[in-house]
């Protein structure tokens, strides 16, 4: 959980200086938009190797074990999405 709090106090940080016009200066701006989209593929990266390595334990996992990294990873994903 550590990767989201990073990319938490990146968001944060973008949107401190989208708020305080620092973004009017194009080097910032293109710094900023850089920062976001960095930080959306590193997540999607992570999701996917996420999900995908589930999904190869299943075959090596009983099915308690497999459910459990199931409700853990949604549960992730549900207090991310909020």
Known sequence: MGFFSVQYIILSLTSQLLETGISERSDTALLVTHL?????NIYGITMIMLFGN????????D???YKFLT???NKSYNRIRM
Do not use: E
Not at 36 to 40: E, G, T
């Open 36 to 40: 976001i989209y960095f930080s959306i």
């Open 63 to 65: 099915s308690t074990t």
């Open 54 to 61: 589930i999904f190869k334990a299943r075959k090596r996992l």
């Open 71 to 73: 409700i853990m990873t």
